[in-house]
């Protein structure tokens, strides 16, 4: 007897018309299970079936950590630390938690791009979702290939019958540069096959357009080309890519940049005089002008937690606190006259410099610190962030690791700040929690969170410009795209640029965003950058001033150890081990 293979399907709202309309396809949820020969019956049927295909897409998102509960990205990398103390991610060793190896994922779109021609559907919608399918088996493959180099390449469903030899069935490793070719080639396929954009159907408004599939070539390609230039060719390419196709990849990525750039279709997002507040709607404000690809939230339906676990501590609902920025991050953000970016706590003889308001301290930072990092005594949620260590009465530091602890002995004033820092305990361990992405306003509970993720963003690509310009020898092309997005942050241009400016300005604009980590990777450097690192945190005091009104004191700062937070990350762990099967896969180098 013939089995029916039976599909989730959606129901689908038609929404002509309706130009005001901006809920994201993917939030329509299950309301029925349809026989396959109903799903390819209608283009509702098939729309349906592409929603799992791009709930799977591997965009980490807000809903991607590693190793532990709430064990974000940027907390294994130099940009942030994990406040809990508990947890694989607190480990010195940063270790094999990065793997995503899910061929039943491109099984299913696999099974999808060979069904949908037999849709009975007319041809320009076929058209269309296929590439849409091509699209996601691409990004499918980025992210496998970025983990652990050559992995097979499968692109059609394997079928298996009772009796069959299963090992004929295994796909052995191509080489890394197969990969990334046949992911160039499938973008170029597909993109003028899929629409410039949705203006004329917004209730697809955040499906994959073409500049999606030309951000996605951009990005790919640049990793092509470091792995070439900056890895090591290995195990005949299943690892590594020949250093003499370096330039050619970064060809290819700085031309799909262009595409983009050159269409017209996308720019900074620069509505607010207030730069800081700019930068920080970016990443609030659902359909800007910058965004290429989006993942919505909608809740109850489809949401995730980013705000519940990263509330500052007298802030929180429950958990909390979980990034907390590293000093080494916030000294990145220069201030905007362009010099570095160091904090002055000291004067030039080492003596504290002590300042009338903590936020002194910050004066003349990027406003780009200020949008995605909460300072101490920043205003939040309709409070302050009271972020102490302690007290300083005539030259004697008191402080202590409890948030109930007073001063005087018998009076009323905290000691340590209501949000930290301690050394112990759930509260900061740097002094700072993360701000880029936060609601500003409301107190979000588990789950109810629903900022939008950008997969791909202008400020990316002029990003992913910029660098490969500056490889194939084009500083001019290179600077001025860099000093675009210096210009929206309201810092100082660059009068001249270099490799390290750019990787430092790709560092300060997508920070928190996912992209640290794999950079560190990708340029080889993470086994230097992480090697045996020590982090820091800031420590504000108060001088303390019998009967005085605590808010009319002055602060001083100190720089100190981040507790028990180092990190470690050995060669092997460019790469990430493959898991094994019958006959088994020739394994990435470190792990045989």
């Not at 102490?388 to 109930?404: A, F, M, Q």
Request: hydrophobic share 40%; net charge neutral; proline share 5%.
């Amino acid at each position: 007897m013939k089995r029916i293979k039976t599909y989730s399907v959606f129901l689908i709202l038609l929404l002509s018309g309706m130009v005001s309309c901006k809920k994201d396809f993917l939030d329509r949820q299950p309301k029925n299970l349809v026989a396959e020969s109903v799903a390819y019956s209608s283009v509702s049927g098939v729309t349906a079936l592409t929603v799992t295909l791009y709930n799977d897409l591997p965009a980490e998102d807000f809903n991607y950590t590693v190793s532990d509960e709430a064990g974000y990205l940027s907390t294994t990398t130099d940009e942030a630390v994990r406040t809990y103390v508990w947890g694989n991610i607190n480990n010195a060793v940063i270790g094999n938690w990065f793997g995503d190896w899910d061929y039943a994922r491109i099984r299913r779109v696999n099974d999808f791009i060979e069904k949908v021609p037999g849709a009975a559907i007319d041809n320009d919608s076929k058209k269309r979702f296929l590439a849409e399918a091509r699209f996601i088996r691409a990004f499918e493959y980025f992210a496998l290939v970025k983990r652990y180099g050559g992995v097979p390449l499968v692109t059609r469903v394997q079928t298996y019958q009772t009796g069959d030899d299963v090992s004929g069935l295994v796909v052995p490793r191509n080489k890394e540069q197969e990969i990334y070719d046949f992911i160039s080639a499938e973008l170029d396929a597909v993109a003028a096959d899929l629409p410039e954009d949705y203006s004329s159907d917004p209730a697809n408004a955040f499906r994959a357009n073409r500049y999606s599939a030309l951000a996605l070539k951009c990005r790919a390609m640049l990793y092509a080309a470091s792995s070439a230039k900056y890895g090591t060719l290995q195990l005949n390419g299943l690892v590594g890519i020949n250093s003499s196709m370096a330039n050619s990849y970064w060809q290819k990525s700085l031309d799909a940049a262009d595409l983009i750039i050159k269409s017209g279709k996308y720019r900074l997002y620069d509505v607010n005089a207030d730069k800081a507040a700019n930068f920080q709607q970016l990443f609030l404000t659902l359909g800007n002008q910058e965004a290429i690809l989006t993942k919505v939230f909608q809740s109850p339906g489809k949401t995730h937690s980013f705000d519940f676990y990263n509330a500052p501590q007298s802030f929180k609902i429950d958990y909390g606190n979980t990034t907390n920025p590293t000093l080494e991050m916030v000294e990145e953000y220069e201030y905007t006259d362009g010099s570095p970016g160091i904090l002055k706590v000291n004067d030039n003889a080492g003596n504290p410099i002590i300042y009338n308001r903590p936020a002194d301290l910050f004066k003349g930072k990027d406003p780009r610190m200020f949008a995605s990092i909460l300072t101490p005594f920043d205003s939040w949620q309709g409070g302050i962030l009271e972020v102490r260590r302690g007290v300083i009465d005539n030259g004697v530091k008191r402080t202590s690791e409890s948030l109930t602890a007073v001063y005087p002995a018998g009076g009323t004033f905290s000691i340590v700040g209501k949000d930290g820092p301690l050394t112990t305990g759930d509260p900061s361990k740097t002094g700072f929690y993360i701000k880029k992405f936060m609601d500003p306003v409301n107190r979000v509970p588990s789950e109810r969170s629903t900022t939008p993720w950008m997969v791909f963003r202008y400020g990316e690509v002029l990003l992913n410009y910029a660098e490969a310009a500056f490889e194939l020898g084009n500083n001019g092309a290179a600077m001025d795209v860099i000093n675009q997005l210096r210009s929206r942050a309201g810092i100082a241009p660059l009068s001249m640029v270099t490799l390290d400016k750019i990787r430092h300005e790709r560092k300060v604009e997508l920070a928190f965003e996912n992209h640290r980590f794999w950079d560190l990777r990708r340029w080889h450097i993470a086994s230097t950058v992480l090697n045996n690192t020590q982090f820091h945190a800031l420590y504000p005091w108060i001088m303390w001033q019998n009967g005085a009104d605590p808010n009319t004191m002055k602060y001083t700062f100190e720089k100190a150890v981040a507790p028990k937070l180092s990190r470690t990350f050995p060669e092997k762990l460019y790469l990430e081990p493959l898991p094994q099967q019958n006959p088994p896969y020739i394994q990435n180098p470190g792990y045989q």
